[in-house]
């Protein structure tokens, strides 16, 4: 079955770095996009970021174009998303997710194959 296992979450201050991770099982990754959105307390679920199925093309929400990067190696199965320069409204549970499609036709995308349970990420001092 489809696996999508979220790492690498924390407490980071202002200002700081972290990496995500999500480990892919249960399909073939290196045929289809990838995501990563976030869930912010009392709010609904989030786009982040999105890569093709080959790593081609990349997309960002606004809020974090510029500090956020996601990539991943179709070798390793793996998905991540470099994320620095945080800032307090960054806190949220993020979740990977896989794509209907091997493209990204549109953000943010109107759903989501399968996700993962998320990582916490904590921006404080």
């Known amino acids: 079955q489809v696996q999508l296992v979220e790492s690498g979450g924390g407490l980071v201050q202002p200002g700081g770095s972290l990496t995500l991770s999500c480990a892919a099982s249960?399909?073939?990754?290196?045929?289809?996009?990838m995501h990563w959105s976030r869930q912010a307390p009392g709010r609904g679920l989030e786009w982040v970021a999105g890569i093709d199925y080959d790593g081609s093309t990349t997309y960002y929400d606004d809020s974090v174009k510029g500090r956020f990067t996601i990539s991943r190696d179709n070798t390793k199965r793996t998905l991540y998303l470099q994320m620095n320069s945080l800032k307090p409204e960054d806190l949220a549970l993020y979740l990977c997710?896989?794509?209907?499609?091997?493209?990204?036709?549109?953000?943010?995308?109107?759903?989501?194959?399968?996700w993962g349970q998320g990582t916490q990420v904590t921006v404080s001092s």
């Open positions: 997710a896989k794509d209907f499609s091997k493209l990204i036709l549109v953000t943010p995308p109107p759903g989501y194959d399968y």
């Open positions: 249960g399909f073939t990754f290196s045929g289809y996009a």
